[in-house]
């Protein structure tokens, strides 16, 4: 029987080509941006999920009040790690982590390669406890537990050793200390809040000898028991800062220093405050999810509106069916078989037309999606389940129509579309290009701002200036540099600043600016 329906709808679909085409085309465009959709907030969603506890990872973070000026924070002093796992059960593990090549990028040498690193990364020897980072060759343990220790991931390895075996090499950071590498880990995930290239012992740092409560500029991230109360936690963190020297300093009305304690998994989508590295935004995972609904309910209709149109001439087709004694049932499920043909083509071109404008959807994005994305398990699966939804969804009313003909009225010519089912079908319409016109207008308010903002004059020409780092030792020297540099004939002018114009930051490092 399944034999019979499968090849009656290729023989339908070969019958009808064009109107065929124009279906698997239509359901194929709005399945392929909707596939491409997916990929994107299964990504943004799944951000800090791999590590193996992140439900019980929680970063602790300051928010204070002084003289009517209040704020959160995304770190905490050097000090809340050690006497939280002092005081509190609770807190069975815990990693700090600072990054200062953010603000001013470290100098890494190694024989004859020099580069400017802006990733590398301090932490505590507990980091590969807390996260599940994946060291493939060191002892997760005692990697980072030495001061100038280091660990690279694969990438830097390559770039600074080629194929060498680097566990045991230095690596000197700029210009003055030596780093044993201790540690080969696998590149950091993109789906990962913390990225990082290089990560050192934070025991190399002045901060990991002192508990200090007044500078707060460390990541601080508690692995707590299964059965910890977090807002408990909070109370009896406040209720211990206040003992601390730090509590003397709160004098001023409504002051106040408070410890948040944040879920690892809702910092890159939920943050409300700064944070270190680039985050996203629930907001638009809800806004995408809804744009990708929307498309997909547009290519349903357009199925709908399609099959319903086409009715008037698959009327004889079903008279005759009727007659011979197929009764409705049958021919509801020959009608939903075309549809579950004809939604499965839809998918196999849609997943060939995602993989054709993946590079050009992965510029659009700033992600670097591979075409494996498109195929794991979890995701076909889902795929599937979308399949069979789509079909029944956009086939089953056009199928209660078709088989609804009575063979007499039909056989004798008295056929014709009910005023319902011409109601319905208008109707369908009006919503479809409803959405169509709202989906064109925002795309076209997105482009125009995206245009303001590569085109808008920044009061100065960004073409061939060149932005360096000046350290301590550079500025030293500046006049006598700024004087090679202009004598050399292709540096127009130089200048200095404490801010690059376009990257402002809490930590001013210098710049040098060459034009």
């Known amino acids: ?9 290729i023989r339908s679909l070969r019958k009808h080509f064009s109107y065929s085409a124009i279906n698997i085309v239509g359901i194929g465009l709005g399945l392929a941006t909707c596939i491409l959709l997916s990929v994107w907030i299964n990504h943004e969603l799944s951000y800090d999920h791999f590590h ?18 209040t704020a959160k924070t995304s770190v905490s002093p050097s000090a809340l790690l050690p006497v939280l796992r002092k005081n509190f059960a609770e807190v069975e593990n815990g ?20 580069f400017q690193e802006k990733k590398f990364y301090y932490a505590d020897s507990t980091f590969f406890q807390v996260f599940s980072f994946n060291l493939i060759k060191g002892n997760p343990d005692k990697a980072l537990t030495e001061p100038n220790s280091l660990v690279l991931t694969q990438s830097s390895a390559k770039k600074y050793f080629g194929s060498e075996d680097v566990i045991g090499k230095t690596i000197t950071i700029n210009n003055k200390t030596e780093y044993k590498i201790t540690g080969l880990m696998e590149d950091v995930p993109s789906n990962s809040m913390i ?5 050192g012992s934070f025991s190399s740092l002045e901060a990991s000898k002192n508990q200090i409560w007044w500078s707060a500029n460390y990541q601080t991230f508690l692995l707590l028991a299964p059965h910890a109360d977090v807002n408990k936690l909070k109370e009896n963190t406040t ?10 300093e709160v004098t001023g009305k409504g002051d106040y220093v408070v410890y948040n304690f944040t879920p690892l998994t809702d910092i890159y989508l939920k943050s409300e405050v700064d944070e270190p590295e680039v985050v996203g935004s629930i907001q638009y995972v809800y806004i995408f999810s809804a744009i990708a609904l929307l498309v997909l309910v547009i290519a349903c209709i357009n199925y709908i509106s399609l099959a319903t149109a086409k009715a008037s001439g698959r009327a004889k087709e079903v008279g005759v069916r009727k007659v011979a004694g197929a009764v409705r049932s049958q021919l509801f499920i020959q009608f939903i078989s075309e549809s579950l043909l004809v939604t499965l083509l839809g998918f196999c071109f849609a997943f060939a037309l995602a993989q054709l ?19 794991n398990v979890t995701f076909l699966a889902t795929c599937l389940i979308a399949w069979l939804l789509i079909a029944f969804i956009a086939g089953a009313y056009p199928a209660l129509i078709l088989s609804a003909f009575r063979p007499a009225s039909v056989l004798k010519g008295n056929f014709n579309n009910s005023g319902k089912g011409v109601w319905l079908r208008q109707s369908l319409v009006v919503f479809q290009f409803s959405v169509s016109i709202i989906l064109m207008v925002g795309t076209a ?13 920044l009061g100065y020409d960004k073409e061939n200036i060149i932005i360096l780092p000046l350290d301590r030792k550079t500025r030293d020297v500046y006049d006598q540099l700024k004087t090679e540099f202009e004598r050399s004939g292709k540096v127009v002018n130089m200048g200095r600043s404490t801010e690059v114009p376009t990257a402002f930051s809490a930590v001013s490092p210098s710049s040098l600016i060459a034009d």
């Not at 029987?1 to 709808?9: C, D, E, P, Q, T």
């Open 95 to 114: 990693v700090r982590i600072y990054n200062p090549s953010r603000w001013n990028p470290y100098i890494l040498k190694t024989n004859d390669k020099l």
């Open 357 to 375: 404008t993946l590079p050009l959807f992965n510029s659009l994005t700033g992600k670097s999606f591979i075409y494996t994305d498109l195929f």
């Open 239 to 248: 209720a211990l800062v206040k003992k601390k020297e730090l509590a003397s």
């Open 52 to 69: 193996k506890n992140a439900n019980l990872i929680y970063r602790g973070s300051l928010e204070y009040s002084f003289g009517g000026q």
């Open 195 to 199: 990225q990082f290239d290089f990560l």
């Open 445 to 457: 308010v997105i482009v125009k701002q995206v245009d303001y903002i590569q085109n808008k004059r």
């Open 1 to 9: 029987m399944l034999k019979n329906y499968l090849v009656a709808s």
